[in-house]
């Protein structure tokens, strides 16, 4: 057990080696940092609440008045407050939906691949089914069905990215059940379970780290498209892809109302993605190309 | 290998029929139906009319055989958005310009995705290598809609040298009504971000067989750079981008409804929305189905390119794709 | 690289045009190719600064994220090809731009001492594009053909919904309870159409501007969609379809066999389908030569202000007397407590939306539901003490309500029916008004327009809160006033309201009563707070300044010009100028 454990802490000291000598993974890391601090504090940083109404300040561009530096929207708000806000809403409900993916879809995972059989058959043809479907309409579908809201965002997204999880976690625990330590801990007569959770899903963690934090920006990006096309998170909640959305309509004139939402999803995406490609090559360093 | 695919397509049938419940039980849970209620309550009796004339007047498991006991057929109804033609007529006219929009993307996606792939492979840690790296997680990370609306202001809205939108329809084509100067903007507007993952894919593949042994090996044996990279580099390269092929080409050519929408192209993913928007239950089942069956036709296809490429991959060993 | 000339063109059109260019425009090409549109039937009575015929060519845009499926109202009015529709038939009558009844199929009508029977008398001579005489049979096979359960028309609602008014037997018809045959329209002879009426109803010749018809011929042989082909389209219109794509483009051109009183100027409109939101864009760029004011947004508009040659030929009317108001369920708390309807109708700043977030071209503040310039509307703000913004009354009538300074009042969620982001913006800006005020909490979610009527339509209701629109069916106060009776879409019940509007609908011979009854009725409705009216909608297009035509150019006697609502011989009016 302890010779495990060493071993363990040095994969990770490696790891961790690996990382910080990545200098794109340490640019996500800041930007995702960054974007995390903006969500939790943004009642103490933004300068204005995010449904505050000036009637008398509607469509101001970025400098026009120095309460507002960005600018303020359609209906009279302060930009970067709603864009400090946004950032709550992308990570809400990115965040959510990856837990929520990862509560479902570890445990079934694991379960198929490490029982096989009857079980293992059952739920990998759920997961062809599931996979079958075009994850976008799906989630539309679902949205007119549950009718909207950022509940049911977080639900319909939720629904449609467990699958990833769920097939990495068993096709990782199908190939460590026949390794030695499992048959070793089987033969000292340690149970189903504790094998199971003891050894196979700590060390199958690793791919499943790194397809959750890939599946984040999959998430931002879902909720910005959702708002996008008018089926996302409830007014006046502020949320980067309904900002975007919206100002289709003002776009040739009011050009910040665009750019800047825009900007704040890319670098997000960007974030995550450089953090994502850096945990992979730290905690993954064999495998360098993989979905 | 027969048997293997005939079992992939028996498989694919059994999805098909799990997806057709499922969304035909979900569509008829949305409130409302095809008719207009704008105004306010339509009379009992004219809207039993209307549900009669759609066959809704059933119970939805009734209308579920109904409906099935057609699509085995391949007779899919008549769409409510266009009484005078059938959903089948509609899906292939509006799926053909789809189809367009997607292999136009591709071409050019995995044109320039492998050629850039190569190039920053070869010269790796260049300033070119970098660059290609950066972009290429530029065009990973920002939404297609939103290249889309900047390539509208800049070269329609500003610059006036481009069509806003159309799809053939410019007047200013390469051969009839095909590659015209309207087919531009959505297409780099839809290939950036497939062209980046190529580019990665590309890039990272061959960065890792370039430092395998056998590539060294074959230069200390002296063979030239051009055949050190045809013989040995390429050919070991193909399987990433097999993966990277077998999971973009579906989702392009079924097509974007955010592309589709904002360049006002009558494709396939416009008519998805406007569907669900207007309860068009036929039209929601046939593009759920269609799309459903490609996606499984083109996952099989990728397993039989796997072993066509790599003779190490036998179909049937991996019980799960 | 302006592709103008070429865009619109297409296929073998455009080859010819090439063709003719090389040989210079010899007539023995254009005699082997271009027999139909040698002959142009347009051109009727162009004025001198007119372009000439074949250049009479107007573009107009089409939505292509609406659902269509039919030029004609008498198959499907809500999914009508919209930006081309009602171009193949007249109707019985028309509107001036005073929206006077006058004369179109029809040249004159009567009604019987029962005031129940109306006669019409067709005008001689009119025919179809194939030359089929016109009768009056052709309008009596329209409206059985509406009527028919079968046919499962979605304007049925519309004669049971005008009560008196109503066609003779009209719901029994739809309910499939009596014949077809047994409706109150009749062909008494080839000329003379009757139509009889549930009750007395003055107001009659006016709803026959809904009258639009179908070919009795086309119907029985190719069925109710039989416009949806060139091939079988028929046309007693000033147009006639020869190009048929919809979602792509739809081309109407000048009805040679036309014999009806507005004959065509131009010879061909286009049809052209975009997004919504390119309109402005593809009229900027000279792709179309007009554009609707729904579709221009409020980046659109600030552009059209500053532009002196834009603003002149952005036309503003009174379009359907559109009203935006908020609606209650009044039968639940908490809104059933009139404070709190009252709290909401105080707290709402109407002036500073309508000149912030509609922009003054495009709305005017509401303090009731008839737009000024509507019968029987409110045009000296004798019930602005009603709904008016007052924050400190509003605060008040919250508090007498039991929620001081907004405490323990439950947060809402208002509902939006599909709404564009223009409008979006609108009542996001109207909730945030009476949130900040009344320091409650209001949620906004834009719902698919059928969730919303759904929702809305329930009985019992289950919107609680929600905002919306509505513009007139036809110019008289039952129809605007008559969505509010309790029977109707709004769960708010005042039944003094009730039997005024019930009495004033049927009230014949006084106009002066019947008006003043309206007046009271509707000082009602925004007193007892059945709705909270934000503001009237101006409406408006946008047009090339080469598009002309006395129709929209030359003003009302009120002094506003535009496209009026209903007036329907636009089409025969506007031309292109040889500016072009």
């Known amino acids: 057990m302890s010779n495990s454990t060493t071993t363990r802490r040095s994969f990770l000291k490696d790891a961790i080696r690996r990382f910080s000598q990545n200098r794109l993974a340490l640019i996500g890391l800041f930007l995702v940092g960054f974007i995390l601090f903006l969500a939790l504090f943004a009642d103490l940083l933004s300068p204005f609440a995010y449904d505050r109404v000036y009637f008398d300040r509607v469509l101001l561009m970025p400098f026009d008045h120095p309460e507002h530096p960005l600018g303020t929207d359609e209906v009279g708000r302060d930009y970067l407050s709603r864009l400090i806000y946004g950032a709550r809403t992308s990570m809400l409900v990115s965040l959510s939906v990856q837990m929520i993916a990862l509560l479902i879809g570890l445990p079934i995972g694991a379960l198929a691949g490490y029982f096989g059989g009857a079980l293992d058959f059952v739920i990998s043809r759920i997961i062809d089914i599931m996979t079958a479907f075009p994850a976008l309409l799906f989630t539309i579908l679902i949205i007119s069905v549950l009718g909207g809201g950022m509940l049911t965002i977080i639900v319909a997204l939720s629904i449609s990215s467990w699958i990833v999880i769920a097939r990495i976690t068993r096709a990782q625990v199908l190939t460590l059940r026949e390794q030695e330590y499992c048959t070793a801990a089987r033969g000292i007569g340690a149970s189903e379970w504790r094998i199971l959770f003891r050894h196979l899903i700590p060390n199958a963690m690793s791919p499943i780290l790194i397809a959750v934090s890939l599946g984040i920006p999959t998430a931002i990006f879902a909720e910005a498209g959702l708002s996008f096309l008018g089926l996302g998170v409830n007014d006046p909640i502020a949320s980067w892809g309904k900002m975007v959305g919206a100002s289709n309509a003002y776009v040739q004139v009011y050009w910040h109302l665009a750019l800047l939402p825009t900007l704040a999803i890319a670098l997000t995406m960007l974030g995550f993605s450089f953090l994502g490609d850096g945990l992979r090559d730290a905690l993954d360093p064999k495998q360098k190309i993989r979905v | 290998m027969l048997g293997y695919i005939c079992g992939r397509i028996l498989a694919l049938m059994m999805i098909l029929l799990a997806v057709s419940v499922i969304v035909f039980s979900l569509m008829h849970s949305v409130p409302g139906g095809p008719f207009d209620e704008r105004k306010g309550r339509l009379p009992p009796a004219a809207k039993a009319n209307i549900l009669k004339k759609y066959g809704l007047d059933q119970p939805v498991w009734k209308q579920y055989i109904n409906y099935m006991s057609h699509a085995v057929r391949f007779d899919f109804g008549i769409p409510y958005q266009r009484p005078h033609t ?35 492979a070869y010269h790796q840690n260049s300033w070119i290598d970098t660059l290609v790296t950066f972009v290429s997680s530029l065009g990973v990370t920002v939404p297609n809609f939103v290249v889309a609306m900047w390539l509208i202001l800049v070269f329609a809205v500003s610059l006036d040298w481009l069509p806003m939108g159309g799809w053939g329809s410019s007047g200013q084509c390469l051969i009839d009504k095909y590659f015209c100067t309207d087919w531009i903007l959505p297409v780099v507007a839809y290939a950036i971000a497939p062209m980046a993952i190529v580019a990665r894919y590309t890039r990272a593949s061959i960065v890792e067989v370039m430092g395998e042994d056998y590539v060294r090996t074959a230069r200390a044996k002296g063979l030239s750079e051009v055949k050190v990279m045809r013989k040995h580099v390429f050919r070991n390269a193909q399987i990433p981008m097999v993966t990277a092929l077998g999971t973009e080409i579906p989702n392009l050519i079924t097509g974007s409804i955010f592309i589709e929408s904002t360049f006002r192209i009558n494709g396939l993913g416009k008519y998805f929305v406007t569907s669900t928007l207007n309860r068009d239950y036929p039209m929601i089942m046939a593009t759920f189905l269609l799309v459903a069956f490609l996606w499984g036709i083109l996952y099989l296809l990728t397993d039989i390119a796997y072993t066509m490429i790599d003779p190490r991959v036998r179909l049937g060993a991996k019980s799960l794709s | 690289m302006k592709l103008n000339e070429s865009k619109r063109t297409s296929g073998w059109r455009r080859f010819l045009k090439y063709s003719k260019k090389i040989v210079g425009g010899t007539t023995l090409l254009s005699a082997l190719f271009l027999t139909p549109s040698a002959v142009l039937a347009g051109g009727h009575g162009l004025p001198k600064d007119a372009a000439p015929t074949d250049q009479q060519v107007l573009r107009v845009p089409c939505d292509n994220t609406r659902n269509e499926v039919t030029f004609d109202f008498a198959v499907a009015v809500y999914q009508r090809y919209e930006c081309i529709a009602d171009l193949f038939q007249d109707t019985l009558v028309d509107l001036d731009k005073d929206f006077n009844v006058i004369p179109a199929s029809a040249e004159s009508w009567s009604v019987d001492a029962s005031g129940k029977v109306w006669t019409f008398k067709l005008r ?14 052709d309008y009596e096979a329209t409206f059985r053909y509406s009527a028919d359960p079968s046919s499962a028309w979605d304007f049925t609602w519309f004669y049971s919904f005008i009560g008196a008014g109503g066609i003779k037997n009209w719901s029994e018809v739809i309910a499939g309870e009596m014949p077809t045959s047994a409706l109150g329209i009749r062909a008494v002879d080839d000329l003379t159409l009757e139509v009889e009426t549930e009750g007395v109803f003055p107001p009659l010749p006016g709803v026959m501007k809904f009258a639009f018809l179908l070919s009795k011929k086309a119907l029985e042989a190719h069925g109710p969609y039989y416009n949806n082909d060139p091939e079988t389209s028929v046309s007693a219109g000033p147009y006639m379809l020869t190009e048929f794509d919809p979602g792509n483009r739809i081309v109407v051109e000048a009805n040679p066999n036309y014999k009806g009183y507005r004959p065509a100027r131009l010879q061909r409109i286009e049809g052209i389908y975009m997004s919504p939101a390119t309109f402005f864009t593809a009229f900027q760029q000279g792709e179309v030569d007009t554009v609707p004011y729904e579709r221009l947004t409020p980046a659109d508009f600030k552009v059209i202000e500053s532009d002196p040659v834009l603003k002149n030929n952005y036309l503003r009317h009174f379009g359907d007397f559109r009203t935006d108001y908020l609606l209650f369920d009044t039968y639940t708390a908490p809104f059933n407590d009139l404070n709190v309807r009252k709290a909401f109708a105080y707290a709402l700043d109407r002036d500073a939306i309508v000149k912030n977030v509609y922009g003054e071209i495009k709305a005017m503040p509401a303090h009731s539901m008839l737009m000024p310039g509507y019968p029987a509307s409110d045009t000296k703000d004798e019930l602005k003490q009603y709904q008016t913004f007052d924050c400190p009354k509003a605060k008040k009538h919250l508090a007498d309500a039991g929620y001081p300074d907004g405490k323990g009042f439950p947060a809402q969620e208002m509902w939006l029916r599909g709404e564009g982001p223009a409008m979006s913006a609108v009542y996001q800006a109207s909730a945030a008004s009476i ?27 289950q919107l609680t809160l929600g905002a919306v629109s509505y513009g007139m069916d036809f110019l008289d106060p039952s129809n605007l006033l008559g969505i509010w009776v309790s029977s109707g879409r709004h769960s708010w019940t005042n039944d003094k309201f009730d039997s005024m509007v019930a009495e004033a609908s049927n009230l014949v011979g006084d106009d002066k009563k019947r008006e003043q009854m309206f007046r009271d009725a509707q000082k009602i409705l925004v007193d007892d707070v059945g709705g909270v009216f934000i503001a009237h909608r101006w409406q408006g297009d946008l047009f090339k300044p080469y598009v002309q035509g006395d129709s929209f150019r030359v003003p009302d006697s009120n002094g506003i010009s535009g496209k009026h609502w209903g007036n329907d011989w636009y089409w025969g009016n506007v031309y292109i100028t040889n500016a072009k």
């Open chain 2, 86 to 120: 059938t959903v089948a007529k509609l899906i292939s006219k509006s799926w053909a310009i789809t189809v367009q929009v997607g292999l136009t993307t591709i071409v050019v996606a995995f044109g320039f995705g492998i050629l850039a792939g190569v190039y920053a």
């Open chain 3, 124 to 137: 001689k001579g009119l025919q179809w594009s194939d030359g089929t005489p016109l009768t009056a049979a």
């Open chain 3, 435 to 461: 949130a900040q005020c009344l320091n409650i909490k209001i949620e906004v979610s834009n719902k698919d327009g059928k969730v919303y009527m759904d929702a809305l339509n329930a009985k019992p209701t």
